[in-house]
């Protein structure tokens, strides 16, 4: 088991003592990538902190495990695999890169068809997935989208009837593409969701609704089985986790609405970052001062939860984003050994969209009982067409609360009294286009890997995620053995 000894014992002063005591503090945890500027001054950070850190990740192999992940090694334990998605940006195994290459050029052709009209008069496209296949997606299409009118876009992930109404009632099924994401093809609430998407277009008279899906797959027997044409199926690499998918055809949706230079560019951005990760030492490393950062926290400070805020509106989704990235891959609670962590993983992640949190949430963050660090994401260019009065309010938001948690204020009642020296961190953009989204999305990527190696888990198995579906699956054929409270609430239902 590595060694935390020195990094438990490290000492817990103040945030305003350690600016007081360290002139060059700021310069010291503060760093510029990508057209990013992170800083982590105002967290507990310390350059002795830095250095426990470091020394852990020697201890555990951080260096090499990177170069594995990078080399395509099977770096994925449990499920034999490697870890493929910087292939998708061109950094890895060159097999991987140019298996990744010819699969874009793949999906790039079937765009250039589609918009050619070879699918018929497309106007809308319907994206059905779900966690990864969605998520990502839908992320990119809200971030930088809003202003594309190249095709109208929707992403449908719930198995609820009402995400599908939603979408029927806008589209028209004679102009629709139907986009079908599923690693393995079997996910349930995308092939139902798949089922009845042709159901309605059948019902409306579209003649050959299978003629009229793209199947995104890792599995494209599986699509063929289904009905897809194997020239309308675009595969991705077995070694891409469903959460680090994006960059792969899973990214379709978001390429048909951005347009293929804008996904090429989301790509160029992840590279950049990747080539930061894998070739920065790592007290000059954003992923990895990230990591400290957030560990330092789990197991100096004990906080169960982390929050990023996004202060645009467009970055609204990157939390709902980031909580499957983060809580998936790093929730377990066994090492790359099967044998008890014996310590916290990953925090909680939540968050929201800034200034609408500060009216919700932001009073526990600044007078409550949880120590929760806080993530402000802000970016300096604005992407309205407001008076500029509109932005600068709302940067000046964003600063005002890290600056707030940290200092606090003493007044002699303690219902108005906060106590200060909460931490939170800053990421800054210059701009929000897509290469600056692809880095931003690559760094939380690479952050989640240093947060696993080490704690010595395995942040690309997901598990976890298949009792539920298991029993689900059971109950609705009729069989499971359920506790008696699940019984009764089936039988409520009217499902028995």
Do not use: C
Not at 53 to 59: D, N, V
Not at 115 to 133: N, T
Not at 254 to 282: N, P
Not at 325 to 347: C, F, I, W, Y
């Amino acid at each position: 088991m590595a060694d935390w000894s020195k990094i438990e014992a490290l000492p817990k002063e103040r945030l305003e003592t350690l600016f007081a005591n360290d002139a060059d503090r700021l310069a010291k945890l503060s760093l510029d990538v990508a057209g990013i500027h992170f800083d982590w001054s105002k967290t507990h950070l310390t350059p002795e902190a830095v250095a426990a850190f470091e020394a852990l990740a020697k201890e555990t192999d951080l260096a090499g495990k990177r170069e594995a992940m990078f080399a395509g090694q099977n770096v994925n334990v449990t499920e034999d695999r490697p870890v493929e998605h910087t292939a998708e940006r061109g950094e890895g195994k060159d097999e991987s890169v140019a298996r990744a290459a010819a699969y874009h050029a793949r999906m790039r052709a079937v765009i250039d068809a589609i918009e050619a009209d070879a699918f018929g008069p497309i106007r809308s496209v319907l994206h059905v997935g779900i966690g990864g296949s969605a998520l990502g997606p839908h992320l990119l299409i809200d971030a930088l989208g809003r202003d594309s009118d190249r095709y109208d876009v929707a992403i449908v992930s719930n198995v609820d009837g009402m995400a599908l109404d939603d979408v029927f009632d806008r589209f028209d099924p004679a102009t629709t593409l139907l986009v079908v994401a599923s690693k393995t093809f079997t996910t349930t609430e995308t092939m139902m969701n798949a089922e009845s998407v042709i159901a309605w277009m059948t019902g409306a008279g579209v003649e050959d609704p299978y003629g009229r899906v793209i199947a995104l797959t890792a599995s494209p027997e599986k699509a063929i089985e289904w009905g897809v044409d194997e020239t309308r199926i675009l595969p991705f690499s077995e070694g891409v986790g469903g959460r680090y998918s994006l960059w792969s055809s899973i990214g379709f949706p978001a390429a048909i609405k951005l347009g293929w230079e804008q996904f090429e560019e989301l790509l160029d951005g992840a590279a950049e970052m990747d080539r930061h990760f894998r070739l920065t030492a790592l007290h000059e490393n954003a992923p990895a001062l990230a990591a400290f950062a957030d560990l330092y926290y789990t197991q100096v400070r004990h906080a169960e939860t982390r929050a990023p805020f996004a202060y645009d509106e467009r970055l609204r989704l990157l939390p709902s984003y980031l909580q499957q990235l983060e809580m998936e891959s790093n929730g377990k609670g066994v090492t790359v050994d099967g044998q008890p962590v014996g310590r916290p993983t990953a925090a909680i992640t939540w968050g929201g969209v800034g200034t609408d949190a500060q009216h919700a949430v932001f009073q526990l963050l600044h007078q409550g009982t949880h120590l929760v660090p806080v993530e402000f994401l802000a970016v300096i260019e604005a992407g309205d067409t407001l008076p500029a009065e509109h932005h600068r309010q709302l940067l000046l938001n964003a600063f005002a609360q890290g600056a707030a948690l940290m200092k606090g204020k003493q007044v002699d009642d303690p219902a108005r009294s906060y106590p200060g020296d909460r931490p939170s961190s800053t990421l800054l953009l210059d701009r929000l286009d897509a290469r600056t989204l692809g880095a931003l999305i690559a760094f939380y990527e690479h952050r989640v890997f240093v947060n696993g190696v080490l704690l010595g888990i395995n942040s690309f198995d997901q598990f976890g995620v298949e009792l539920g579906k298991e029993m689900a699956k059971a109950a609705a054929k009729g069989g499971g053995d359920f506790d008696p409270s699940t019984t009764d609430l089936i039988a409520r239902a009217g499902l028995a």
